[in-house]
């Protein structure tokens, strides 16, 4: 029976595990969304302004500044993706 339980275990840790992972692929897609639409609406501009109140919100977050080959610049990233490109 002690395996049964260590396996029972297991899989609800792997599951938590996947639903966090599942967790974070929403909100990447919805940052992105959000991100795509300032950018059409107010350009580059508004996603840097955005990026960096979320930066602030959330010093500990997942948004931060690093080199996009896309733009050619150093813009805010989600994980790694580029807010402003998307690449």
């Given at each position: 029976?002690?395996?049964?339980?260590?396996?029972?275990?297991?899989?609800?840790?792997?599951?938590?595990?996947?639903?966090?992972?599942?967790?974070a692929?929403?909100?990447?897609?919805?940052?992105?969304?959000?991100?795509?639409?300032?950018?059409?609406?107010?350009?580059?501009?508004?996603?840097?302004?955005y990026?960096?109140?979320?930066?602030?919100?959330?010093?500990?977050?997942?948004v931060?500044y690093?080199?996009?080959?896309?733009?050619?610049?150093?813009?805010?990233?989600?994980?790694?993706?580029?807010?402003?490109?998307?690449?």
């Open positions: 029976m002690l395996p049964e339980i260590a396996s029972l275990l297991s899989s609800q840790k792997l599951l938590s595990q996947f639903k966090s992972k599942i967790m692929i929403k909100k990447l897609k919805h940052i992105t969304q959000i991100c795509k639409e300032l950018y059409e609406e107010k350009g580059a501009s508004a996603v840097y302004e990026a960096n109140e979320r930066m602030n919100q959330m010093p500990n977050g997942n931060s690093k080199q996009c080959a896309g733009c050619e610049a150093e813009t805010p990233h989600w994980h790694d993706t580029c807010l402003i490109c998307g690449s």
